[in-house]
């Protein structure tokens, strides 16, 4: 997509060497979420260039996302985009793929090959959320808030952030959360683990800078391999889990010290 075609949807993509940053720039509408959004995101994932390794989420403005843009609640909706009522009134199998199709919006941020680090200041609400749990790290401004305001509207979270809440503090903290629809602060959430650092929202951009330096320094394929392992993990048997980490760390030392591994590290001629 052309940066004209994804500010026309309030999105920025760039790329900087290994690191690639994705920005919500509606920030007017505290970056309001639509399909639109989340077909861009989706696409950007497909085509992401190969070399990065680093994807940073971050909103314009005071906010990071006020969640799905709220004129879908209308009757007459987004332009081109139809309305909840519309979504509704498809029949089964397509209601299901638009979802599915958002979802995808989400989905890759957790794709073994790229860290993702969701930036978040201001409000993170509904599908902002989401979003940053669809990231595997988050770095906090101290002025950030959480809430899961879905089951407020009616709505459930369906924008894959519900298996990593729970995954991050616990069925019970989650359900507290997503029940009441409250406010997270930034403080808490580092203290129930959805935050990996909270800074001062003027030290956010250095925060992020810092940790994505930092993951640059390691291996690409172990670092991929290390997070295959760490995201089977929850799913698998202490028993699986090491048959899993033997199979990784086999792969490696062929890579590493096999017949062609070691030409390269030799730097010898290979065939
Ligand atoms: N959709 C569309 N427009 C929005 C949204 C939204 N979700 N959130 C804010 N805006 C617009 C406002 O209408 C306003 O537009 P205007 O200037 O044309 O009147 C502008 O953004 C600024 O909004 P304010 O409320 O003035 O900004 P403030 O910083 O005071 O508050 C806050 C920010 C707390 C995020 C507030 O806007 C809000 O509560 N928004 C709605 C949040 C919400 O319910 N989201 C749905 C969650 S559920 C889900 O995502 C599935």
Same mark, same amino acid.
């Given at each position: ?34 399909? +639109? ?33 709220? =004129? ?22 397509? &209601?299901? /793929? =638009? ?31 989401? $979003?940053? $749990? ?9 002025? +950030?808030? &959480? ?31 997503? $029940?009441? /629809? ?29 940790? +994505? ?43 590493? &010290?096999?017949?062609?591994?070691? /030409? ?8």
């Amino acid at each position: 997509m052309t940066s004209e075609e994804l500010a026309e949807i309030g999105l920025r993509f760039e790329v900087g060497g290994e690191i690639a940053t994705i920005t919500l720039d509606r920030p007017d509408k505290r970056n309001a979420q639509t399909f +639109a959004t989340w077909s861009a995101l989706a696409r950007i994932g497909r085509t992401l260039p190969e070399h990065v390794r680093v994807v940073v989420v971050r909103g314009e403005g005071p906010s990071f996302s006020a969640g799905i843009d709220l =004129r879908m609640f209308t009757t007459k909706g987004l332009p081109g985009q139809g309305s909840f009522a519309s979504v509704a009134a498809l029949d089964g199998e397509t &209601f299901l /793929a =638009r979802i599915t199709e958002a979802q995808q919006g989400f989905l890759w941020l957790r794709r073994p090959d790229i860290v993702s680090i969701a930036v978040v200041q201001g409000h993170a609400i509904g599908a902002g959320f989401q $979003l940053a $749990l669809s990231c595997d790290l988050r770095i906090l401004a101290d002025d +950030a808030k &959480f809430c899961m305001k879905e089951a407020a509207l009616g709505l459930v979270p369906d924008l894959t952030g519900t298996k990593p809440l729970v995954e991050l503090v616990g069925v019970a903290k989650a359900v507290e959360i997503c $029940l009441t /629809a409250r406010t997270v602060g930034a403080e808490e959430a580092l203290r129930l683990g959805l935050a990996e650092r909270v800074v001062p929202r003027e030290r956010l951009d250095e925060a992020v800078g810092e940790l +994505a330096a930092a993951l640059l320094t390691t291996d690409r394929a172990a670092a991929a391999a290390t997070k295959r392992l760490l995201l089977g993990a929850a799913d698998r048997t202490l028993e699986e889990q090491s048959a899993a980490e033997r199979a990784e760390q086999a792969e490696r030392l062929r890579a590493l &010290f096999g017949a062609k591994g070691a /030409a390269r590290r030799d730097g010898s001629a290979q065939s």
